[in-house]
């Protein structure tokens, strides 16, 4: 009896089996834990390799190796008590770690995390006499619900802060939120260039778009440019240091959870880490071919999970390398990097990528192209860069024209 | 039931499914943990002295500036995300609008660097 209520609706048409449902369900259970673990074990993982980056020894007791040490953290967390200050407001003050965590957990769906992208694999497995892909769900505009998860992920932050009715938090808050929507424009604008190569949104036609060897990853594709800015305006997103103003602890305290004890803070820790395990798996899946990769024996899908795990691991470890070796910026080098440098690159190399296919599609030479476009880029840069100091200059001049009576300032 | 509408009901699963989780761990954890109260354990954190006024202090002026510059920018985005998507079908017309299109775009950005409102002191 299930064609009753929704059969007028040509979206509901199809049968749904019970096969179909356990799929799902075993597909987000698995994809669930598996999330859950590999932040845990994402946390021991940075801690004990920043460790060795510094001649430290890190975590080594819980454990071997201390690979329980996130457990026992979040174990002790859980039965420390909680404190609510009396002057915040207490329902948004509850709201927040969910704004916070949900939208992490989110943003890993649209991430196909195996599957056989061999040389002819079409990225399908066949369970139970059904083909399905190893990702949660393929979103038709995956891409964007990548980039609207990450743009919600700043409320989290925003309304901790605000609602701890503190100064440090809301210092630490307005500033995250000015930082995470400033290099949301920029990642949003870099990934044009993929969606231009792939002409698709859906996460899977993209790491499909990427078969077949290194040079078809959308790293080379695009040119490495896109690649860059979208990695430094990732780590910028994910506020992880060089770009961690928001938790600055010499001028901020703890940022925006800086009231948050318990397991409330436990849970901004997580999501935080949870962000950096699921945006390193994004910049695997749009530029790097996701599973991409050469199969051998045994089950395709297998060695694209393999390969997948591998690409991961890589950029887990260059974030942690991040931090140890990169000093913090100041926040207007922050603004400035973000708004003067990244926006109009990667505006501008999207224009070139495009004018570069669409020369392609109609069989121009591409040098002609390459240079054509380059020519007029330049020139833009150059009239932006002479508009830019003639209005230094101009400003200069009125500052010491208002300075020179008295001091007027 | 399409292939369209089910994988937005995946989506919606896996979301109610976090809720759940993050839920379950708050309730089971206010079960466990100890509750002792103290009216010094509710002052605000301000580097060990008593807070002084509100903490909703004013916030600069500047931020908002820049929240509204983003609008600008993502709306950008989402005009440019279907043209990329469909890139052949407007071909070199296409092209060239983007180009000027991008190029207004930039005026703004510059005329808002020539106000200053980037300029962060």
């Known amino acids: 009896m299930r064609t009753n209520v929704f059969a007028l609706d040509p979206l509901f048409l199809d049968d749904v089996g019970f096969e179909e449902v356990g799929i799902v369900l075993l597909k987000v259970v698995v994809a669930f834990v598996m999330l859950l673990v590999s932040v845990m074990l994402m946390v021991w993982f940075e801690r004990k390799f920043i460790s060795d980056m510094q001649n430290r020894i890190g975590p080594n007791v819980a454990g071997p190796f201390g690979i329980l040490q996130t457990f026992a953290d979040g174990i002790k967390l859980f039965f420390k008590e909680d404190l609510i200050p009396e002057r915040s407001d207490r329902f948004v003050f509850k709201l927040a770690p969910y704004l916070s965590l949900v939208p992490a957990f989110l943003v890993f769906v649209i991430v196909p995390i195996g599957g056989d992208f061999g040389e002819d694999g079409d990225g399908t497995v066949t369970w139970f006499g059904h083909e399905t892909f190893l990702q949660v769900a393929d979103a038709p505009v995956g891409v964007l619900f990548f980039l609207a998860m990450s743009s919600l992920a700043v409320y989290g932050v925003m309304l901790a802060g605000w609602s701890s009715g503190s100064k440090y938090p809301l210092l630490g808050s307005v500033r995250a939120s000015a930082q995470m929507v400033s290099y949301e424009a920029a990642l949003g604008l870099s990934l044009a260039a993929v969606i231009l190569k792939t002409g698709s949104l859906s996460s899977h036609d993209i790491a499909l778009a990427q078969t077949g060897g290194i040079v078809n990853w959308n790293v080379l594709a695009t040119g490495i440019v896109p690649f860059v800015i979208f990695l430094i305006a990732g780590t910028a997103e994910l506020n992880r240091p060089p770009f961690d103003l928001v938790e600055a602890e010499q001028e901020l305290v703890g940022g925006f959870h800086t009231e948050y004890s318990s397991l409330r803070f436990a849970l901004f820790f997580l999501a935080e880490f949870m962000n950096t395990v699921t945006m390193s798996a994004i910049i695997v899946t749009l530029f790097f071919g996701g599973p991409a990769g050469p199969t051998y024996a045994g089950p395709a899908w297998l060695w694209g999970m393999f390969w997948f795990m591998l690409k991961l691991l890589v950029f887990l470890g260059v974030f942690v390398w991040f931090r140890a070796t990169l000093p913090r910026l100041r926040y207007d080098q922050l603004m400035d990097l973000g708004w003067k440098i990244l926006i109009p690159l990667s505006l501008g190399w999207f224009l070139f990528v495009a004018a570069l296919e669409i020369g392609d599609n109609r069989g121009w030479s591409r040098v002609v192209v390459a240079i054509v476009s380059g020519a007029a880029l330049a020139l833009g840069a150059l009239l932006m860069s002479a508009a830019i100091s003639a209005s230094r200059r101009q400003r200069l001049d009125e500052q010491a024209e208002s300075d020179s009576p008295v001091g007027a300032r | ?121």
């Open chain 2, 1 to 121: 039931m399409s292939e369209f509408l089910r994988s937005y009901l995946t989506v919606g699963l896996f979301g109610a499914l976090a809720v759940l989780v993050v839920g379950t761990f708050l309730g089971l954890s206010s079960l466990v943990r100890p509750t002792r109260p103290q009216p010094q354990k509710y002052i605000n954190y301000e580097s060990g002295v008593d807070p002084v006024g509100t903490g909703w202090s004013q916030a600069n002026i500047r931020y908002y500036v820049f929240a509204l510059l983003f609008v600008m920018f993502d709306v950008e985005a989402v005009f440019i995300f279907p043209w990329a998507t469909r890139l052949e079908a407007y071909g070199l017309f296409g092209l060239v609008e983007m180009f000027i299109f991008i190029f207004i775009l930039l005026l703004g950005l510059l005329y808002a660097w020539r106000k200053g409102v980037l300029r962060w002191i």
